[in-house]
């Protein structure tokens, strides 16, 4: 059990409570302890009923448990860690200024179209805004071609939609949330 105690002791904290709240999420709902309809997020029961921990547990919830929730955490460590490491002093202030940002885009967004859980487009904002930060990063996809970290998450775009067959909309919107945040914040003089 050395694995956990490492795992505390060298992830950055914002990326560690929101990898800990999503597996913990996860793994309530896939085992029966919380039903899914009581997590995803609706503007009239969060408004109207007081139901307000939609507004966290629709970033921290993936879907049912499988390599799909295993590579998603993966790729939250991975790519937040080196974000929130990155982020200017005060780190964690900084790094938590950011999801706070990116998740109330993503609500608001959620406003005008059906996202019940946006966890995936959280972390498509976040790497969006990750490439950005990191452009010299060479990236492996499937292991069969390199890519450039600014164009990773048009490649991620493509991929999904020869996937789904279905146009990824709310990732490119997601995409727009994360190149708006990246460019006012890296390019504003205030």
């Known amino acids: 059990m050395a694995i956990l105690p490492e795992f505390i002791s060298q992830t950055p904290p914002v990326t560690r409570y929101i990898v800990l709240g999503t597996l913990f999420t996860t793994l309530a709902v896939n085992f029966g302890y919380v039903s899914d309809l009581k997590i995803f997020f609706n503007w009239k029961l969060f408004l109207a009923k007081g139901e307000y921990w939609r507004a966290i547990t629709t970033f921290l919830y993936v879907g049912p448990f499988g390599l799909e929730l295993i590579l998603y955490l993966s790729f939250l460590l991975r790519f937040m ?32 179209s059906y996202m019940p859980f946006a966890a995936s487009y959280f972390s498509f904002t976040m790497l969006y805004i990750w490439s950005w930060k990191h452009p010299l990063y060479r990236i492996s996809i499937l292991g069969l071609f390199d890519v450039k970290a600014p164009y990773v998450p048009w490649v991620m775009v493509l991929l999904r939609w020869l996937r789904t067959g279905i146009f990824p909309l709310l990732d490119l919107i997601s995409a727009l949330i994360g190149h708006v945040y990246f460019f006012v914040t890296d390019f504003s003089t205030v």
């Open 81 to 112: 860690s080196m974000l929130e490491r990155s982020s200017p002093p005060p780190q964690t202030q900084s790094f938590l200024k950011t999801v706070l940002i990116v998740w109330f885009s993503l609500l608001v967004t959620s406003y005008f």
